[in-house]
């Protein structure tokens, strides 16, 4: 079983521990040395599209990113900031709980392709929508699950367009209703999404019906996703 969850945008500027991302023997450090590769061929004026920042934010991204093999790391969800990771809270969590985590969570980055929670990785910045990185990691990350007897996906749509489901993959989503139109939660998901993870590695969730009587903040699973109603 795994259970696919987005990165974040922010990254924790905490204290690395003292190894280099080149001596982690990292499974995918072969597909990671192609983008870096790729990123030394753009030049520095057509940079701000790569990274979606000012020239000099993406100038000092650029850099970081093609230095990440000599780079010190720290595991990937301490690493991680954010709406879903904040409440997540891993360092609050019980060590069966953790234990959980890295076995089943996936973690989709632009850079890596796959992690889980306790792989190590340097501070960096790169989207998985850009310069075809989803057609670079797509038949690598599908092969890696397609032999998975369940899968619950809980990505945002650009992230799913990086794999190919296999028939034992369940899209969880978070909507809210409102004058009888449903649209996506957006950013008022992702506490929610957060907590969902919680309460998964919390209570060892190995199967959909397990999970029918979580709620949060009026999110409620109906069959299908979880809703919930503004009107």
Known sequence: MKILIPPSEGKAKVRSLDIL?????????????????????????DLTPVYGTTQDKAI?????????????CVPA????????????????????????????????????????????????????????????WGPIISDYLKDEDIIFDLLPQVHRKAYTPNKNTIPIDF???????TSAAGHFGKAVKGQFIRFLATNQITQTKDFKSFEYDGFKWNGKQFIKNID
């Open 21 to 45: 991302f080149k001596d982690t023997n990292f499974q995918f450090a072969q597909y990671t040395q192609q983008i870096v590769d790729l990123l030394g061929l753009i030049e520095n004026e």
């Open 175 to 181: 909507l809210v209703q409102s004058k009888g139109k």
């Open 77 to 136: 969800i301490e690493r991680y900031t954010g709406v879903v990771y904040n409440h997540i809270e891993w360092s609050s969590l019980s060590a069966k709980a953790q234990k959980y985590m890295n076995k089943h969570i996936i973690i989709f980055s632009g850079l890596f392709g796959l992690l889980t929670p306790d792989t190590l990785i340097p501070d960096y910045k790169l989207k998985m929508n850009v310069l075809s990185l989803k057609s670079l």
């Open 60 to 72: 000092m991204f650029h850099r970081q990113n093609q230095d990440v093999f000599n780079s010190k």
